[in-house]
C-alpha cells in the first residue's frame, strides 16, 4: 500500500512552517487527513502541534550545550542522529493509510539539500519499496523578495535545481510570501520570474544604481561590499549561474500568498499530481458525501 507526503524544503525565512500551517489548514476544510512532522530540531512555535517531532529524539540545543557544536555543525549532528535511528520516522508513518497527506516540515539550512547526503538518504528510505514506500513531492520555498535583487534570486534558484538533482523525487517549486512584493513589482515583472532565464540579467535594476553610486563617488574603498558586489566578476559569476539554470530548464515556480486560500488550493493541487494522490483513493457514492453532512449538521 502506497503512502503520499511532501517535503517541504527552502531557505530560513521562506515561510516554510507558514506554508505546513496553511497547507493543513486546507487539507481541514476539504475533509482530508494529514500527519504533520517536524524535522527542524530548532523550531519552537507551532500553529499545528506535529503528530511527530524530531525534538522528542534530539534537540539543536542539547546538541549545542552538551557537544559544543555550532548552529549548521549541530543540524548536522542532528540529521546524522535521525539516520542512525529511523525507527523514529518507521514507527510512526508505517500504520497510516493511503488517504492521509504526509506534510515533513524541514531545516532551513540548504547545505542538507544541496552539499552533503544526508536529506537524499532520508529520501530514498521514505521512498523504497517496502514497509513505507511514501510517494514523496518535495516542495521548495523561495521567497518572493528575492526577485528584486536578482543575483540573490540566481542564488536561490540554483539551490532549487541543486535540490532536485539530489534528491530524485518530483518537485514543486515555489515562490512564497508575494503578498509581500504585490504592489511593489509590476504584476509583468513578476511574470518573467516564473520560468526564469539569463535575460533577466540584460536590465538588472542593480546595475544602474552601481553605475550612478560608481559615477557620483570615484574614491570608494575596493574592499567594501559594494564595490566587490557589483564588479565585473560578481557579474560575470551571475550571468553564468544564469546561464547554467537556463540550459538545464529545470526550475519553474508558482506564487503563493499563505493567507489566500485559493492560492494555497492551487499549490495542493500541483502537489496532488506530482504524488498521483487521487488515483490511489477509493471512488466514493454521492451518498456518502450526503451522509458525511448529516453527520456534520447532526453535530452542529
Known sequence: MSKFGVLVMGPAGAGKTTFCSA?????????????YINLDPAAEDFVYEPDLDIKDLISLEDVMEEIGLGPNGGLIYCFEFLLDNLDFLTEAIEPLTEEYLIIIDMPGQIELYTHI???PALVKHLTRTGALNVNLCATYLLESTFVIDRAKFFAGTLSAMSAMIMLEVPHVNVLSKMDLVKGTVPRQDLKRFIDPDASLLDDDPADTSAAIVSARDTKIDPLTAKPLMAGGSFKRLNRAVAQLIDDFSMVSFLQLDAQDEDSVASIVSYIDDAIQYHEAQEPREPNDELENSWEDAEMT
Do not use: D, G
Not at 23 to 35: A, P, V, W
Open 23 to 35: 497547507l493543513i489548514q486546507n487539507l481541514k476544510n476539504n475533509r482530508r487527513s494529514c500527519f
Open 117 to 119: 547526503p544526508i536529506v
